[in-house]
């Protein structure tokens, strides 16, 4: 360190930087390899089409991914994302006028005030999450995992087995109107991916997250509030993943119990393929969109092809599985490649 | 000449036990001062006492021959004392600037941060040092032990220092390595910045150090000039808990 800088940079050390950028590189190694094979083996994958259908099928988990992005960058979890969208979804039905043959005895109200209701449940119900986990001290993981059975609850309550049609008319436009030809749900997900890119690498906000994730015990030292950091994370993903509920219910025309539950993998699965470290502190928005489209990509492409519908679910399990050794590998060599410094 | 910091009669009890027992201790500005003992010997107690991390039950503080007040670490913070834990309290996931800034980031208009005021400020506070670091965007992880002892050198005295409590600075180090953050404690005295070495092994600061503190059981055996005694005179200070025999040390 007293030195002047180093002489000249030695030859580039390819096996270094790839070790170091594994998390990186694995997941969008995998995206091409996975659209080049698609793309040969069917001749309906490769269509401007079929790409705008990949993006309208993750758009919703995206909603969800970027909460969850949040979550696990602090080094916590949310198993809750998929049951809190449902009961929202569920929630804004709720509020608004349903067709007679609908059959729930609900409590309609203007299209704006179910709205903001619904979102006022999902603050609560993240609120309740963030209390748990800050101040009583629940692992993430089993308070989490409680919510998503109070979710699930509010949403049968509500609901009792019957099914809603009828939301507010602008979700109904944001969830399937479209904008200029293309999905407003599309530009939804984008814009709510770019305004989370932008907090976590612009703001202070975005850099405690990584620092709650990174070395918990340097961010309090540091005079960052780390119990406030975790609780916005749970807020944020509870608020985003009632959204998604809300968008999704319009998007799929109908609102009723499990609705929402391929949503929790899917989203967990998009951020770690992504590259997110489990542990917390290191990967982003970045990785989350890699690993939505790998999804997407795996999701869509399996459909195109001739597979046993039954042996997909496998090799989506066996896929994830490949992802979370690769993502446990990468911590375990940036770790050592550290400390043999 | 009035001495940077005075602690005066410093007494702190755990439970009825005296874990610094009516400590007083001066140190003065530049001045390198090792504290020295066993675990258990009531040094790192002391310090926190210092730092602001628990308060003393009786006892005076005095920076600058005014006598202050220090109930937290933002206190001590805000009276220019900073403390560098042993294990220095970095974020490895972030690179060098973000690591100086940690909790206290520059921000420009609607609360973005302004990464290029913080990495100009970070390449003063490194020059100030005569620290060289490869690049300041590559992440804390990728430096070596001497590089982030100096990363969190650097983000201590960058509000502002006057007084640096360093916890076995060297410890950790390899030989090379203890030699640069030498360099940089030489350097920091130079500026004027009072810095407290605290060690259980005398070889980490006996040539660091200008001057050595020694306690035993929360009390203070006494403190000598580095250059009136030896080496095995000061371990038997640390370990008998008296001072050698000979007219004024």
Not at chain 1, 54 to 68: E, F, K, N, R, Y
Not at chain 1, 202 to 216: A, E, K, L, V
Not at chain 2, 200 to 206: L, N
């Amino acid at each position: 360190m007293t030195e002047a800088a180093k002489p000249s940079p030695k030859s580039f050390d390819w096996a270094q930087f790839v070790r170091s950028q594994l998390r990186n590189i694995a997941p969008l190694i995998t995206l091409i390899a996975l659209f080049v094979f698609f793309s040969l083996a069917s001749k309906s994958f490769l269509t401007l089409d079929n790409f705008v259908n990949i993006l309208a099928q993750v758009s919703l988990t995206s909603i969800i991914a970027v909460g969850l992005t949040f979550v696990i960058l602090t080094g916590e979890i949310d198993l809750s994302v998929a049951a809190v969208a449902n009961a929202i979804g569920i929630v804004m039905a709720f509020f608004t006028l349903q067709p007679d043959y609908a059959n729930i005895q609900n409590v309609p109200v203007p299209g704006l005030v179910a709205v903001v209701f619904a979102l006022a449940a999902c603050g609560a119900l993240g609120l309740i999450t963030a209390f748990g986990v800050t101040r009583i001290g629940i692992p993430s993981f089993i308070m989490t995992l409680a919510m998503m059975q109070i979710a699930a609850g509010v949403s049968a309550m509500l609901v009792r087995g019957q099914i809603a049609y009828s939301f507010p008319m602008i979700i109904q436009t944001l969830g399937s109107g479209k904008f200029m030809g293309l999905r407003w749900l599309i530009v939804v997900a984008v814009v709510t991916l770019l305004i989370a890119h932008l907090v976590l690498t612009y703001t202070r906000f975005g850099r405690y997250i990584y620092m709650t994730g990174g070395n918990r015990d340097a961010a309090e030292y540091s005079g960052v509030n780390v119990k406030f950091i975790i609780g916005s994370v749970m807020v944020i993903s509870a608020m985003l993943s009632g959204f998604s509920g809300m968008l999704g219910v319009a998007y799929f025309g109908s609102a009723q119990q499990n609705q929402f539950d391929t949503f929790l993998l899917d989203a967990i699965a998009a951020v770690v393929v992504g590259g997110t470290s489990l542990f917390g502190g290191r990967g982003g928005i970045g990785n989350t969109i890699i690993g939505l489209l790998v999804l997407g990509v795996l999701n869509n492409g399996l459909d195109h092809v001739n597979i046993d519908s039954f042996l997909k679910i496998l090799i989506r399990g066996l896929i994830l599985l490949i992802a979370l050794i690769v993502n446990v590998y990468a911590q375990k060599m940036r770790d050592s490649s550290a400390t043999t410094e | 000449m009035t001495p940077l910091v005075e602690l005066r009669n410093i007494v702190k009890t755990f439970g009825g036990v005296h874990a610094v027992d009516d400590v007083s201790l001066s140190l003065a500005e530049g001045e390198v001062l090792g504290l020295l003992g066993h675990n258990g010997a009531g040094k790192s107690t002391l310090i926190k006492v210092l730092a602001g991390v628990f308060p003393a039950d009786s006892g005076t503080i005095l920076i600058q021959g005014q006598p202050v007040s220090i109930r937290s670490t933002r206190d001590a913070k805000t009276l220019g004392i900073e403390t560098i834990y042993q294990t220095l309290a970095l974020s490895e996931n972030l690179d060098s600037v973000a690591n100086l800034f940690l909790g206290r980031e520059m921000t420009g208009p609607l609360g973005f941060m302004n990464e290029e005021a913080m990495e100009e400020q970070a390449r003063k506070t490194l020059g100030r040092l005569k620290l060289h670091l490869p690049s300041l965007s590559s992440l804390v992880q990728s430096l070596s032990g001497g590089q982030r002892q100096a990363v969190a050198i650097a983000r201590a005295i960058h509000f502002n220092a006057r007084v640096l409590i360093m916890d076995e600075p060297t410890a950790a180090l390899g030989p090379e390595e203890t030699l640069k953050v030498a360099a940089l404690v030489a350097e920091l005295s130079r500026q004027g910045i009072g810095i407290i070495l605290i060690s259980h092994d005398i070889h980490d600061i006996f040539d660091l150090a200008s001057r050595l503190a020694v306690m035993k059981n929360g009390r203070l055996v006494g403190a000598v000039s580095t250059a009136d005694v030896t080496q095995d005179e000061v371990l038997a200070m640390i370990i008998a808990g008296k001072m050698p025999e000979r007219p004024n040390s």
